[in-house]
């Protein structure tokens, strides 16, 4: 296949409060793509109203995910920042996207049957569509990495199979429009780290989400250093001391996902912490896991808080990255367009 120049893309939804799993498994790891590679990063609120947004939180929302950004360390300047309703080229691929995916395809989904529970009548189009909307995010810049937690392997397949097939049914008008023998990339899913799927404090076979009615189930990015202390040292463990090799965490979901985050803080290999820590209690290791979340995290806290009160700064982070994000989506759709055969103003 034609080589395409590596681009990071990836998305966070404005929906409700940044966790440490959003931070360990995604934000975290776009700051360091950023030494790397030219990346952009997205608000996407587009997906946000797949469910029911109450319009004054949801704009809030959107402003405190890119504070979260800028506070984690993405640079603005560097990188494309932006909020994804200002770029209307995403819904218009993923229009196009919806006549390339499969209804099978999205039948697939286990995110969707998650959200849509039992009602599923009663869920909304764009819901079921969500992922046709995530590949044209992605595909509307011929993004080629994609840093993401493991919840959204499943829907990176799916984007692409989506560029795979638009590639081979279209292949001849592609190479008449001198796109050589494909058009979008398959873009590669990064999903790598010690925490790529980070659990609830209070369950550690259930994923840390922001829907979870327990507070005590996350760390937010928002909450200060006593709140990370009183969740830490709340968090369920078993009554075993802490092994010293990845062996022993089998069958211990708790402690594999206190030892996973303590790894993903720190920035090593699970294997190091465990040289570290086994053999000792979980009290011990819970003090000094408060410590390291407490060092990482409260400045990023106050940092947000900061920048978020400055909304006029904000939203001109995302204007300007929205117009850069423009110019690069633009020349994309109209190659698209003469792909498939549209006329369209030149
Ligand atoms: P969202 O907003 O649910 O989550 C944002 C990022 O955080 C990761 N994540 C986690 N990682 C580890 N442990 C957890 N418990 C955890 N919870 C969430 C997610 O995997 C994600 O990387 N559909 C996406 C947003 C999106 C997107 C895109 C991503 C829209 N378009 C294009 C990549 C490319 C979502 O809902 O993420």
Known sequence: MAAFKELVFSGVQPTGNLHLGNYLGAISRFVTMQETHDCIYCVVDLHAITVPQDPRELTDQIREVTAAFIAAGIDPKKNIVFNQSQVPQHAELAWIFNCVARMGWLNRMTQFKEKAGKDRENASVGLFAYPTLMAADILAYRATHVPVGDDQKQHLELSRDIAQKFNNDWAEAIVENGHGDAFFPLPE?????????????????????????????????TDDADAIAQKVRKAKTDPEPLPSEAAGLSGRPEAENLVGIF????????????????????????????????????????????????????????????????????????????????VRGR
């Open 189 to 221: 899913p990064l999903i790598q780290g010690p925490a790529t799927r980070v659990m609830s404090l209070r369950d550690g076979s259930k994923k840390m989400s922001k829907s979870d009615p327990s507070d005590y189930s996350r760390i937010n990015l």
């Open 263 to 342: 790894a993903a803080l720190k920035g090593v290999p699970r294997e190091a912490v465990l040289a570290e820590f086994g053999g000792a209690q979980f009290s011990a290791f819970k003090g000094v896991l408060v410590d390291l979340a407490v060092e990482r995290l409260a400045p990023i806290a106050g940092e947000m808080k900061r920048l978020t009160q400055d909304s006029a700064y904000i939203d001109a982070v995302l204007a300007d990255g929205s117009e850069r994000a423009r110019a690069i989506a633009q020349p994309n759709i109209d190659a698209v367009k003469d792909i498939l055969g549209f």
